[in-house]
């Protein structure tokens, strides 16, 4: 078969290092930027970028040639190691979150997306992951909180 027929729909999510509050105008727009040219360097179409200070949330259509964790790895890379040759001190946390998302749930994931600011004010990122793992049949488990690291009901932060 000469060409791939797809839709596969990702709704990724990931935080900033130690969940600091590091993605304010000048470093998101630095950021965002580098994720679209990534993006399309790899072929994967961004339908939605949007997220507040400590993490980014992503609704991307990828190409069957690549892995989800291939394409969060080159946008996680790309973003922080330009944030970094331009003398911001950058990082993004270890690991990621990624949603299949059907067809007809596009629409209410990119509003979702959209509106991640104002949900913020009313719910936090801790609130809002517990709430996408359930939503997604993800079983919670405790894993022990790495040396060094101050424990979180989702996710280990760096002091």
Not at 70 to 76: F, G, L, P, S
């Amino acid at each position: 078969m000469p060409h791939a027929h797809y839709r596969n729909y990702q709704h990724i999510i990931f935080a900033t290092k130690g969940r600091r509050r590091s993605l304010q105008l000048e470093i998101r727009t630095i950021a965002y930027d580098s994720i679209r040219k990534t993006c399309r360097d790899y072929g994967v179409a961004i339908l939605e970028m949007n997220g507040p200070e400590d993490h980014v949330h992503l609704l991307l259509n990828i190409p069957p040639k690549h892995s989800v964790a291939n394409i969060v790895r080159a946008i996680k890379g790309g973003s922080s190691m330009l944030l970094n040759e331009q003398k911001h001190l950058f990082a993004w946390q270890e690991g990621y979150s990624a949603f299949s998302v059907s067809e007809s749930n596009v629409a209410a994931v990119r509003q979702y997306i959209c509106a991640q600011q104002v949900h913020h004010q009313k719910q936090s990122f801790d609130s809002e992951f517990l709430a996408l793992l359930r939503k997604h049949g993800i079983a919670i488990t405790k894993e022990p909180c790495p040396p060094g690291e101050v424990e979180s009901p989702i996710f280990h932060s760096h002091r």
